[in-house]
T-cell receptor, first 117, second 111 residues
């Protein structure tokens, strides 16, 4: 079974620009979560989508948004980029349906390394 | 108080020894617990999940959960240099697909 894929793997942007990151989950997984990882803050939860609906959201400003499509693929958008947005953005997929064995086990993609200049 | 706390390390152990990694969490509603391994420059990899009190063994790895003490640990037996990585503890409250991660413990296995 193919793993989680993320595109692009690397991205360089300048302040004020916007960026869209893409994530394709493991086949059969309906939940996609997004995380930001920085050396200082560790892994920070951004949001989680299940069946095209955002179920949970972390403490990030409204510049960070996401969506999920009917095929469970997800995109994350960051508008008006700031220098502090430079980070590794990770996507993780899971079954997402309580009651299923291992429903909340998350499997990560390779990440997108975003650099804001 | 942080939701999930880990000692940042580094934890250094000699090759062949047992490495013990610890994690505490603050929310008594937590139901699912995970250990991830992250090599430098790579994404986290799930190595263990545990849901009920007690021990769960998988090869050289044993996860231990004590909900009364709000404590979860990971033991790595016969540690190998290839085990050198950062180990992340993660906690999920039942019914919510929001996993909170600790900041990780860096493990160094000395040959």
């Amino acid at each position: 079974k193919a793993g989680v894929t993320q595109t692009p793997r690397y991205l360089i942007k300048t302040r004020g620009q916007q960026v869209t990151l893409s994530c394709s989950p493991i086949s059969g997984h309906r939940s996609v979560s997004w995380y930001q990882q920085t050396p200082g803050q560790g892994l920070q939860f951004l949001f989680e989508y299940f069946s095209e609906t955002q179920r949970n959201k972390g403490n990030f400003p409204g510049r960070f948004s996401g969506r999920q499509f009917s095929n469970s693929r997800s995109e994350m958008n960051v508008s008006t980029l700031e220098l502090g947005d430079s980070a590794l953005y990770l996507c993780a997929s899971s079954l997402g349906m309580p009651g299923l064995a291992g429903w909340s086990e998350q499997f990560f993609g390779p990440g997108t390394r975003l650099t804001v200049l | 108080q942080k939701e999930v706390e880990q000692n940042s390390g580094p934890l250094s152990v000699p090759e062949g020894a047992i490495a013990s990694l610890n994690c505490t969490y603050s929310d008594r509603g937590s139901q699912s617990f995970f250990w991830y391994r992250q090599y430098s420059g790579k994404s986290p990899e799930l190595i263990m999940s545990i849901y009920s009190n007690g021990d769960k063994e998988d090869g050289r790895f044993t996860a231990q959960l004590n909900k009364a003490s709000q404590y979860v640990s990971l033991l790595i037996r016969d540690s190998q240099p290839s085990d050198s990585a950062t180990y992340l503890c993660a906690v999920n409250i039942r019914g919510y697909q929001k996993v909170t991660f600790g900041t990780g413990t860096k493990l160094q296995v000395i040959p």
